[in-house]
């Protein structure tokens, strides 16, 4: 309302001067707010008919703005930094380059470029990360700026879904909440649940176990509130893997973990009107009459189309929503609102091409050949149950992923990004703790 009551961009400017400011002078408490603010952002329609997630979106262009200005004035004074360059630079650069050189073919360069600036503001977070996280310090005020509010935002939600406990199967069910869907919500909450299951199952040190309980408990009603079918699917294929992971000290709490779901499972079922809705949802995973599986597959085809149309370098980044905003018969009625090609994967080789997509694949093995790598040393410091956490917190995603196009969403390409940069600033702070 701040804008729209000056009428003008006066307000906006201030507002934006201040906060780079700060960002000069403390970037890492810029970067606190930042995952503090995130769960609670909201869209704000500004005057010029454009929109932004606030303060998310204006506090990630302002941290890779200075994360530039930062490396240019290391470059320019011939500075030294005492830790090693970004490990996954390469691939997340290409990613970045493949995502600028498709906009030649887009339909709209303006819209086209906007977007591409944008991805690509989230995209240096990972670097902004892995430059301001560097002790032990920076890890607990990260901890403390990320779950409270995350927490918030959870149980805000579910007393809203709850309240809406008839209409927990649709959309509307979230108005009043802080997320608009369920896909949303599904993913935001498997990053924060895989993370505290990975520390209640592998880290044997010294830490407030019934606190971290509690915070997992709160994380995992959420999820079952949760109706989004992907979240539920990556959610369990995530912790089915970290069952299977050999640990000295995950055994008995594996054991614990199995019961309490069963029980909490069987509560959740029991309440009125709800097993019939769950086996309900959950008998559309394999249905393929159901509407939202009937509109996966044609949009999955019309991105394979658009991709034999210009295979090497795609169509241009956001190309699929500017094509396919014409066709209600393939998307809906109200795909001019939101359009995706319902798969990340599927999106980016439709709007990238070849170049795009081999980029997307390369982000996903380099970060996972990098945290299995550290994994090893991790195994005899007190991080491996962070690193497996994040390893996992980001497959949930890349699960997904497979199915739905989450990642330009700023409660999704936060946390996303964020742990991009995060798994190789944990993994440096190993590398230091190593005798010579």
Known sequence: ????????????????????????????????????STPLSFRYILPFKAEMQVPSEPLVGILAVIFV????????????????PFPLRYPLLLFIFATFISIIRSPDLYISVK?????????????????????????KALFLSAVPSAIVAVIWTSIVLIKHIDLWQWRIAYQGSPFTNYSVYGSFLSVFLIISLSRLLFDAGDYDKVGWWVI???????????????AW????????????????????RKLLLVLGGIVLIGVAVSAPGVSSA???????????????NRARLLRWGAAVMMFLRHPLIGNGYGAFALLYKGEPWM?????????????EYFQVLSEMGILGFGAWIWVMV???????????????????????????????????????????????????????????????????????
């Open 278 to 292: 769950l086996f309900e949802r959950l008998g559309t995973f394999i249905n393929m009459r159901f509407a939202s």
């Open 69 to 84: 200005m930062r490396w240019l004035i290391r470059l320019m004074r011939s500075e030294v930094d005492d830790r090693s």
């Open 366 to 436: 380099e970060f996972y050949r990098y945290g299995l790598r550290k994994l090893r040393l991790a195994r005899r410091s007190g991080y491996a149950w962070l690193i497996l956490g994040m390893m996992g917190a980001e497959g949930a995603l890349l699960i997904h992923f497979l199915v739905n196009n989450l990642i330009a969403a700023d409660k999704i390409a936060v946390p996303f990004w964020g742990l991009y940069g995060l798994l190789p600033a944990v993994g440096e702070r190993l590398k230091k703790e190593q005798p010579a």
């Open 115 to 139: 977007g591409a600036i944008r991805a690509t503001a989230y995209m240096m977070l990972s670097f902004v990360v892995y430059d301001l996280i560097r002790s032990e310090n920076h890890l």
């Open 216 to 230: 997992f408990a709160v994380f995992a009603c959420g999820m079952l509130l949760c109706f989004s079918r992907g």
């Open 331 to 343: 998307i809906g009625p109200l795909a001019k609102y939101k359009i995706g090609a319902h798969s």
């Open 1 to 36: 309302a701040l804008a729209r009551y000056h009428e003008g961009y006066q307000a906006l400017i201030l507002v934006f001067s201040a906060l780079l400011f700060l960002a000069i002078l403390l970037p890492e408490l810029v970067l606190y707010f930042l995952l503090l």
């Open 233 to 252: 699917l990556s959610v369990i294929v995530v912790i089915t893997a970290l069952m299977m992971y050999r640990s000295e000290v995950s055994a008995p």
